[in-house]
Nanobody, 112 residues
């Protein structure tokens, strides 16, 4: 069974950090582009960051300099390091593989 499972979300104060993980099973991820998306209440799902099979990264302007996407192909896992978190980063974060496979999402809440 092919699936993506996110973890690492939670409640954090403004200025804090979280690291999200996305573990893949049933598929070898190293040959595929992957990404993190997020969806806040009442808003459309938006791209946060993506990484190609070769390691090239792109970020939404709103997270540049604060978030870092990375992948560990040996562990078949995608990461998102989030620093200097802001209340507007509050959303459900989703892992995506090759634009077609989605995880179930993990909630990130930034609040004091």
């Amino acid at each position: 069974q092919v699936q993506l499972v996110e973890s690492g979300g939670g409640l954090v104060q403004p200025g804090g950090s979280l690291r999200l993980s996305c573990a893949a099973s049933g598929i070898i991820v190293r040959v595929f582009p992957m990404g993190w998306y997020r969806q806040a209440p009442g808003k459309q799902r938006e791209l946060v960051a993506r990484i190609t099979a070769g390691g090239t990264t792109n970020y939404a302007d709103s997270v540049k300099g604060r978030f870092t996407i990375s992948r560990d192909n040996a562990k078949n896992t995608l990461y998102l390091q989030m620093n200097s978190l802001k209340p507007e980063d509050t959303a459900v974060y989703y892992c995506n593989l090759n634009t077609v496979l989605w995880g179930q999402g993990t909630q990130v809440t930034v609040s004091s």
